[in-house]
């Protein structure tokens, strides 16, 4: 079984920071991509960040200067610290990770439970 839980988020003024975090957890034999996707009311599901387990990063062009990801591959835990924060980006933060379990020695994807992103004044 495999979990990932997320921490952080909240409400914040515009302009302001934020960061949330997220770590896989359970029986896992290696972690590959992770990212961070976001829902806002009525909308889809879009991508906003992902990292590779070398490091490279991607971006959506909305938080591009803005949004930073990272990863600590030792805790197998994915960050996204967030600048500049905007109305447009409150919506429910999901990580996103590909997981190679041990038990199945299968990847596949894993979701967190999500965090709620509130920018308002």
């Known amino acids: 079984q495999v979990q990932l839980v997320e921490s952080g988020g909240g409400l914040v003024q515009p302009g302001g920071s934020l960061s949330v975090s997220c770590a896989a957890s359970?029986?896992?034999?290696?972690?590959?991509?992770m990212g961070w996707y976001r829902q806002a009311p009525g909308k889809q599901r879009e991508l906003v960040a992902t990292?590779?387990?070398?490091?490279?990063?991607n971006y959506a062009d909305s938080v591009k200067g803005r949004f930073t990801i990272s990863r600590d591959n030792a805790n197998r835990t994915v960050y996204l610290q967030m600048n500049s924060l905007k109305p447009e980006d409150t919506a429910v933060y999901y990580c996103?990770?590909?997981?190679?379990?041990?038990?199945?020695?299968?990847?596949?994807?894993?979701w967190g439970q999500g965090t709620q992103v509130t920018v308002s004044s």
């Open positions: 996103n990770a590909a997981v190679v379990s041990a038990r199945s020695l299968t990847k596949r994807a894993y």
């Open positions: 990292i590779t387990s070398g490091g490279s990063t």
């Open positions: 359970g029986s896992i034999f290696t972690v590959y991509d």
